[in-house]
Every structure is written in structure tokens, then in C-alpha cells.
């Protein structure tokens, strides 16, 4: 491992193609391999000792590509397996809740943040105890939106849609009430739906983008260490999945702007 390798990206599926979004622009000559488990999505379901097994063979799997850094763009991973990713692994780890924490608490203005994310996140409250731990005074009101996962693995996220408003409404209604100013969108698929929640909660609510966050973060982490490429030529990343490529090719080229037909490989994670 040097400063020439690559940064190793997961998430349970597509949507830490919106932390890859990010890191393209934050850190354009850095070689990224991403792995979306999307053999095995959703995570947020799922139990503990599951997301902790998935999260290890997930890292195991980019290890194998000799990467300099692992991030988990997983809210659910960061939440359940992020300090076990962060004792264990023998390159710098970062998952999105640290950084996006961080950065909510310096955008309320009124001391009121929203998380959303999946049900093992809200479970874990990870999110509310650092931004607790950051500034004990704010208030934190959390709700799990499972069925946002579903609709960007669907392509359902239009912001015109009958069905994204209507399960928008149903999800952000009480975070609106209780008149929070920030929402975390806990989850890297919501990033996905960020236009159809700013349309519902206003243009007074600042939706914290855990990407974004974290690509920022990284790169922090790498010049620190001392570990970013000297070689700036812009790189393309290598993507790589656990279920048939065409589908995940045909979202990732939308949401990346980019072509991917046959750009990505199906691996077995279960060797891992
Ligand atoms: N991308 C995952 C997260 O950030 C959500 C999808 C899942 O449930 O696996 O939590």
C-alpha cells in the first residue's frame, strides 16, 4: 500500500454512488474501487451480527485490491460496524456519520436536526449520540425511512412523482412538525431523493448530504497521513458488484453522468 493506491468505497448497493459523486470532484486523481453488495441489499434491515459480517467481507474484498483507505458510504455500516471497520482494519477507515454529524451541528441554526436514515441506523442512534456528544444542546428527532430505499433501488425518484411525494410526506411530516431547520439524510440512497425532500420541507431546511461530507473528510484524512497521489491524472474508478452488473450499470451512468455499460464486474463476496 502507498500514496499511489487506490481508495477502497462500499455501500450496501448503489447508493454510495453518491459519496463516489463526491470523491470524483473532491479528489479527481485518486483511483476509487467501489463495491456495492447488491446481491445483499438492503443492510438496514437487517440484524447486527449480519451488517457486521457483510461490513468485514465488504473491506476484506477491497483489502484485496491493496486500497490505502476504506470508506463505508453506508449509513447502516458506519452506524453498526464502524468502530469494529476502525479497530480492525490496518489502512485509515472512515464511515459518514462522524463527518456529517459535524457539519449539522454547525448548520442549525435553531438547535433542531432531523436524522434520517434506515431502521438499524435510527435503531443504533448513532447519529444523535455524536451530535450530542458535539453540542449537548441540540435536540434531536429521528425517523427510519426504509421505503426510501426501495424507491432509488427502483428508480423511483422523481421529484414529480405520486409515489416518492406521497411517501416522502408520510416519513418527513413529523420532522416538519417539530420544526427542525437541518435534516441528515443518514442513508447514501437519500441523496438520491434530496430534491423531492427539499420540495416537501422547504427552502428554510438544510438537508446535510452524508457524501459530501465524508469525500471532504477523506481527503483530510489522506493529506494528513501524507497519503494522496503525487500522479495528477484523472482517474477512472473501477466499480464492482455482487449481482448481475446491468442494472446497477444503467442507474450508476444516470446518476454519475457517465456511461458504464460494461464497466462493471460481478464478484462472489461470499469468498470473502
Ligand atoms: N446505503 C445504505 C445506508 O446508507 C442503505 C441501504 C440499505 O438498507 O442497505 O444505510
Redesign the pocket.
Known amino acids: 500500500m502507498s500514496s499511489q493506491s487506490a481508495i477502497g468505497v462500499f455501500?450496501?448497493?448503489l447508493?454510495?454512488l453518491s459519496a463516489v459523486k463526491e470523491f470524483l470532484n473532491v479528489l479527481p486523481f485518486e483511483k476509487i474501487v467501489y463495491f456495492g453488495?447488491t446481491g445483499r441489499?438492503?443492510?438496514?434491515?437487517?440484524s447486527r451480527e449480519i451488517i457486521n459480517k457483510y461490513a468485514f467481507q465488504d473491506a476484506r474484498f477491497l483489502q484485496t485490491h491493496n486500497v490505502k483507505m476504506i470508506v463505508a458510504?453506508?449509513?447502516?455500516?458506519?452506524?453498526v460496524a464502524g468502530e469494529a471497520l476502525r479497530e480492525k482494519l490496518s489502512v485509515p477507515y472512515t464511515g459518514?456519520v462522524n463527518p456529517t454529524a459535524y457539519t449539522a451541528v454547525r448548520k442549525t441554526k435553531n438547535g433542531k436536526i432531523g436524522v434520517i436514515?434506515?431502521a438499524?441506523?435510527v435503531g443504533s442512534h448513532s447519529y444523535k449520540l455524536r451530535l450530542q456528544k458535539l453540542n449537548p444542546g441540540v435536540k434531536v428527532f429521528e425517523q427510519a425511512c426504509?421505503l426510501f430505499?426501495s424507491l432509488?433501488?427502483n428508480g423511483i425518484i422523481h421529484r414529480d412523482d405520486q409515489i416518492t411525494r406521497l411517501v416522502v410526506r408520510r416519513y418527513m411530516a413529523e420532522l416538519k412538525d417539530a420544526g427542525v431547520d437541518t435534516v441528515i439524510l443518514?442513508?447514501?440512497?437519500?441523496p438520491l431523493l434530496r430534491e423531492a425532500i427539499s420540495d416537501y420541507m422547504g427552502e428554510g431546511v438544510t438537508l446535510v448530504d452524508?457524501g459530501y461530507e465524508t469525500a471532504n473528510y477523506a481527503a483530510k484524512v489522506l493529506r494528513e497521513q501524507n497519503l494522496l497521489t503525487d500522479d495528477e491524472t484523472v482517474k477512472t474508478p473501477s466499480f464492482f458488484v455482487s449481482d448481475t452488473p446491468e442494472g446497477f450499470e444503467s442507474v450508476a451512468g444516470l446518476f454519475l453522468g457517465r456511461d458504464m455499460e460494461h464497466t462493471v464486474t460481478q464478484i462472489d463476496i461470499e469468498q470473502y
Open positions: 455501500d450496501s448497493g447508493g454510495g453488495d441489499v438492503p443492510y438496514g434491515t437487517r458510504a453506508c449509513g447502516t455500516v458506519s452506524s459518514v436514515g434506515t438499524a441506523t426504509p430505499v432509488v433501488e443518514g442513508c447514501t440512497h437519500f452524508s
